[in-house]
């Protein structure tokens, strides 16, 4: 497995690679929703590239950029355990080397609501360094997880508007046994918050189960201490966001159309 860290670096490596070449983004602070991604494209591509590249315009003045889970060893002992080729994990500067750039992807309608709504800017953000990573690293194929759903409809979207020759492939949300989906920042939950985040998935099953979303409300009424930010239906999906404690999680359940 080879890592790069420039451009140049990138450029000679991934001449080297066979097609299809499947590309997996992250952030880093892998855990095994991200191996799931990187298994999957491992079976259905002739080359795999891992990006790692925690994308300072995704974050709010607010949030939690600075203290964001950075894992690097860690990262690429899985990355090789998945069969990884090529790890690109360029410093901002790699990427933005104008810095913040002033022409940003719009999301459209879909993407200044929910997530967008609570976040403003974030999917300008998320679309703008997706949209670069793919010049960079030229793939065939890309993965994104079903858990950020609102993230990979965008991004089909932008790949569909922008002519990219890419085949976008979502894979379905991993779990924990208890129904809590993976996330890097389930880390920053305590033991009594890791307890309170099982609202989210059980809010989600509950909607889906009666067809209404005051169902799922009244998951989330029985645990005062996590703070709803929205629960909808949208896209063939339910889709919820809440605090737990200083953490936001999402989390999303897909049903069958009527």
Known sequence: MKVATTREELNADR?????????????????????????RARAEAGSL???IFVNPLQFGPAEDFDRYPRTMEADLELARECGVDLVFA??????????????????GP????????????????????????????????AYFGEKDFQQLTLIRAMVRDFDLPIDVRGVPTVREPDGLALSSRNRYLSPAEREQALVLS??????????????????YAKVPEVKLDYLVHAHD??????????????????VDRP
């Open 49 to 51: 590239l891992l990006t």
């Open 202 to 219: 059980r809010a989600l099953a509950a909607a889906a189960a009666a067809g209404d979303v005051e169902a799922g409300l009244a998951e």
């Open 110 to 141: 879909f993407g200044e609501q929910l997530e967008g709504a609570s976040r403003p800017g974030f999917f300008h953000g998320v679309l703008t360094v997706v949209n670069k990573l793919f010049q960079l690293t030229r793939p065939d194929l």
């Open 15 to 39: 001449a080297g690679l066979a097609g299809p070449v499947a590309v997996v983004m992250t952030m880093g602070a892998l855990h095994a929703g991200h191996a799931a991604l990187l298994r």
């Open 90 to 107: 360029p410093a901002r500067e790699v990427v933005y080397p104008h810095g913040e750039p002033d022409v940003r992807v719009a999301p």
């Open 237 to 254: 999906r339910y889709l919820t966001a809440a605090w737990v404690g200083g953490t936001r999680l999402i989390d999303n359940l897909g």
